[in-house]
């Protein structure tokens, strides 16, 4: 059973960056479909997807939110799918989580399989 680990969040002041880092134990996720969502703290907030890419053809998909802004990709090598984010805002702050699919359609119509923990980002001055 795939595990995955989130690494690479923390505090940034608005318009910085982080490079947000999900890697997998028991699996390699070159198998798997990537996605990233956060759910922003506070009460009734609900988990919004912010990127996915396919493990089969590289395509990717962005939230609207965030597209310019974010990159994902994928460090075969290393086992890992990165989320570059880049001119940080401060209604980024979130946690963060990677999740495995089965396709692209599915990563991004929520019907995701295996999570990791998190990793909090804060955005603020």
């Known amino acids: 059973q795939v595990q995955l680990v989130e690494s690479g969040g923390g505090l940034v002041q608005p318009g910085g960056s982080l490079r947000l880092s999900c890697t997998a134990s028991?699996?390699?996720?070159?198998?798997?479909?990537i996605g990233w969502f956060r759910r922003s703290p506070g009460p009734g907030k609900e988990r919004e997807r912010v990127?996915?890419?396919?493990?089969?053809?590289?395509?990717?998909f962005y939230a609207d939110s965030v597209a310019g802004r974010f990159t994902i990709s994928r460090d075969s090598a290393k086992n890992l799918v990165y989320l570059q984010m880049n001119s940080l805002k401060p209604e980024d702050t979130a946690d963060y989580y990677c999740?495995?699919?089965?396709?692209?359609?599915?990563?991004?119509?929520?019907?995701?399989?295996?999570w990791g923990q998190g990793t909090l980002v804060t955005v603020a001055s």
């Open positions: 999740a495995t699919a089965t396709d692209l359609w599915r990563c991004w119509n929520g019907y995701l399989e295996v």
């Open positions: 028991g699996s390699t996720l070159d198998d798997y479909t």
């Open positions: 990127s996915c890419v396919s493990n089969s053809d590289s395509k990717v």
